[in-house]
């Protein structure tokens, strides 16, 4: 299901959307709403970032930045 929304977005904004739609990145639609749910993932990530800064809990961490290490 989705609802359709009327956005007012500055000119240069509109225009910026605008090429990327003739670049064939997708219809205005599409574009916004990536945009929309990138922003939703960083505003989580924040989120979650200031919850371990708040714990001070980085133990679980360890195993993973071992694993992902690029010397390792």
């Given at each position: 299901?989705?609802?359709?929304?009327?956005?007012?977005?500055?000119?240069?904004?509109?225009?910026?959307?605008?090429?990327?739609?003739?670049?064939?990145?997708?219809?205005?639609?599409?574009?916004?709403?990536?945009?929309?749910?990138?922003?939703?993932?960083?505003?989580?990530?924040?989120?979650?970032?200031?919850?371990?800064e708040?714990?001070?809990?980085?133990?679980?961490?360890?195993?993973?930045?071992?694993?992902?290490?690029?010397?390792?």
């Amino acid at each position: 299901m989705s609802v359709q929304i009327t956005v007012r977005l500055p000119d240069e904004m509109a225009a910026y959307v605008d090429e990327l739609v003739r670049a064939g990145d997708g219809p205005r639609a599409a574009i916004v709403c990536e945009a929309l749910t990138f922003y939703q993932q960083h505003r989580r990530a924040e989120a979650d970032a200031r919850i371990l800064e708040e714990s001070g809990d980085y133990d679980d961490f360890d195993d993973m930045v071992k694993h992902a290490a690029l010397d390792a």
